[in-house]
T-cell receptor, first 112, second 116 residues
Framework: SQQGEEDPQALSIQEGENATMNCSYKTSINNLQWYRQNSGRGLVHLILIRSNEREKHSGRLRVTLDTSKKSSSLLITASRAADTASYFCATVNSNSGYALNFGKGTSLLVTP | DAGVIQSPRHEVTEMGQEVTLRCKPISGHDYLFWYRQTMMRGLELLIYFNNNVPIDDSGMPEDRFSAKMPNASFSTLKIQPSEPRDSAVYFC??????????????FGDGTRLSIL
């Protein structure tokens, strides 16, 4: 079942700009993860934030988590054309073991 | 290191035929997951295994779908008989047990299945 819902569904920016994607979810979680999917390929894990963390960084990625609002955001700074992909948030719910519940994703287009 | 390997990459078959999708997880990974991706429903978990044992198959759509993991390095997802609504991209993923659910999942490149 769908858990996370990303916003916006599609985003178009120019190289060098920042891209922000948001994710909302419904139930109590153990962690929230962000994945990237290039066209015709599998998903690639980007970053994981645990329910007791509020912010995490990895290279040009910054993720925030607000468990009181059941929401997360992914910021990609200084975007590049190679960042063009679909981005998905996925939650591991407190009562669902190891299963990932994915949103429908944000499609990001970065133009040179 | 080799990632998760899925075969075939593409499968086109006629309605009613049996379809078998294959997956080789990353060596040493304890968990194996099967997902289905469609435009309408997004990514859905079908079933997952821990140490070759099915743990949660509540996402398997119906009895036409079955999954097995005979050993730690191989899993199959079978559809019999197949129907046009089974057309989707099927992904296999694996992860380590250490660290519990705070482990990322590693995905294969999927099998694009078209049922005519």
């Amino acid at each position: 079942s769908q858990q996370g819902e990303e916003d916006p569904q599609a985003l178009s920016i120019q190289e060098g700009e920042n891209a922000t994607m948001n994710c909302s979810y419904k139930t109590s979680i153990n962690n929230l993860q962000w994945y990237r999917q290039n066209s015709g390929r599998g998903l690639v894990h980007l970053i994981l934030i645990r329910s007791n963390e509020r912010e995490k960084h990895s290279g040009r990625l910054r993720v925030t988590l607000d468990t009181s609002k059941k929401s997360s955001s992914l910021l990609i700074t200084a975007s590049r054309a190679a960042d063009t992909a679909s981005y998905f948030c996925a939650t591991v719910n407190s009562n669902s073991g190891y299963a990932l519940n994915f949103g429908k994703g944000t499609s990001l287009l970065v133009t040179p | 290191d080799a990632g998760v390997i899925q075969s075939p990459r593409h499968e086109v078959t006629e309605m009613g035929q049996e379809v078998t999708l294959r997956c080789k997880p990353i060596s040493g990974h304890d968990y194996l997951f099967w997902y289905r991706q469609t435009m309408m429903r997004g990514l859905e978990l079908l079933i997952y295994f821990n140490n070759n044992v099915p743990i949660d198959d509540s996402g398997m759509p119906e009895d036409r779908f079955s999954a097995k993991m005979p050993n730690a390095s191989f899993s199959t997802l079978k559809i019999q008989p197949s129907e046009p609504r089974d057309s989707a991209v099927y992904f296999c993923a694996s992860s380590l047990r250490q660290g519990g659910s705070n482990q990322p999942q590693h995905f294969g490149d999927g099998t694009r299945l078209s049922i005519l």
